[in-house]
């Protein structure tokens, strides 16, 4: 997982709590920016806070966490920090932020790719292999001596030396296989857990997708939202306009229905006058007055149509200026309701 293997595991575990502190304390404290800009440092460097303190190096305080592991979560790091100001879109509201997360990005991955990852506290506890005694060459026979005449008595020929036993061998092979076959279960666990790594990565790449998208169905909620309470504003004020036109023109008839009820009462006065001067005056004048009773009549019987008919424009128009005031009412809370909606939403894409 590493280019070159020069920075042993003690100064890269003193690297990650470094990064880590930075990333929490420098969104919260130095470069203060908006709330989504400043969680993405506190949550990645809390998380490499905690998967240090898992892994199995020298700086760890729960040592659960292979080394080679915890190189898939730095690779993983650098991705979040480079990729989060874009995906999550701060760029241009955080550029400080955007570029300190990038920078920090960089960081990460180039201390990742010196760092000798061949790191386990088996490994550095394992004494130095020592170099097998060497074995001692057995004594060569002497060389024959002539043969002497054999005497006449015959002598005790002395035994030869016993040779020294050889020394067991060092139980160095068996070792070495056990050595080798936990290093293969570790590297096997160590793929293993770089595949769930993985997927890991990929689950949270699908989540920030989704969640950009809920943020963009979200944005254009709010927009529908503004857009319909722009045009229930503008039926409510249309819809207060009619009404109060139509409460004048009921003015306007409910003074024509007074008017025309009060000429007929007039024209009902004169027409009666008219009849009693025709019983009571002179035969002469009779016509005349008859003649004055049916104009007066006529013109009592077209006020007292006049009077109707203004009577039923009076009742129509308090009756539309009821409906446009029910309706003004009606697009007022729609204009309301939409903008709370909008409201809730756009509240929800900024936290998001």
């Known amino acids: 997982m590493s280019l070159i293997r020069l920075l042993p595991a003690r100064f890269h575990a003193a690297a990650d709590y470094l990064v880590a502190a930075l990333l929490i304390l420098v969104p919260l404290q130095v470069l203060k920016g908006s709330a989504t800009a400043v969680a993405v440092g506190v949550v990645v460097g809390a998380v490499v806070a905690v998967v240090s303190a898992l892994t199995r190096y020298p700086l760890g305080l729960i040592k659960v966490l292979p080394f080679t592991v915890h190189s898939a979560g730095d690779y993983l790091a650098v991705v979040l920090l480079v990729a989060a100001p874009f995906s999550l879109r701060f760029t241009h509201s955080d550029p400080r932020l955007t570029v300190f997360y990038i920078a920090a990005g960089a960081a990460v991955l180039a201390v990742s790719v010196i760092t000798d990852y061949q790191y386990s506290p088996k490994r550095a506890a394992l004494p130095a292999r020592q170099p097998a005694p060497a074995q001692p060459a057995p004594p060569q026979p002497a060389p024959a001596a002539p043969a002497a005449p054999a005497p006449t008595a015959t002598a005790a020929v002395p035994a030869p030396p016993a040779q020294p036993a050889a020394p067991a061998p060092h139980p160095q092979g068996s070792l070495a296989r056990e050595l080798a076959t936990a290093y293969e279960a570790a ?3 160590a793929v293993a ?16 997708k989704g969640a950009a998208e809920q943020i963009a169905a979200q944005r254009a909620a709010a927009q529908q939202a503004a857009a319909f309470q722009a045009v229930a504003e503008q039926a409510a004020r249309t819809a207060a306009e009619r009404a109060a036109a139509y409460r004048s023109a009921a003015r306007y008839a409910a003074e024509q229905h007074a008017s025309h009820t009060a000429a007929a009462e007039r024209a009902a006065a004169e027409q009666a006058a008219h009849l009693t001067a025709a019983r009571q005056g002179a035969p002469e004048q009779a016509a005349a007055h008859r ?13 007292r149509a ?14 539309a200026a009821a409906e446009q005031a029910a309706a003004e009412r009606a697009w007022s809370e729609q204009a309301a309701e939409a903008g709370d909606a909008g409201e809730a939403a756009g509240r929800v894409a900024s936290g998001n």
């Open 187 to 189: 590297a096997q666990q």
């Open 193 to 208: 857990q770089q595949a769930a790594a993985q997927q890991a990565a990929a689950r949270l790449v699908a989540a920030q």
């Open 291 to 303: 003649a004055a009773a049916e104009q007066a009549a006529a013109q009592h019987a077209e006020h």
């Open 306 to 319: 006049a009077a109707e008919r203004a009577w039923s424009e009076q009742v129509a128009a308090e009756r």
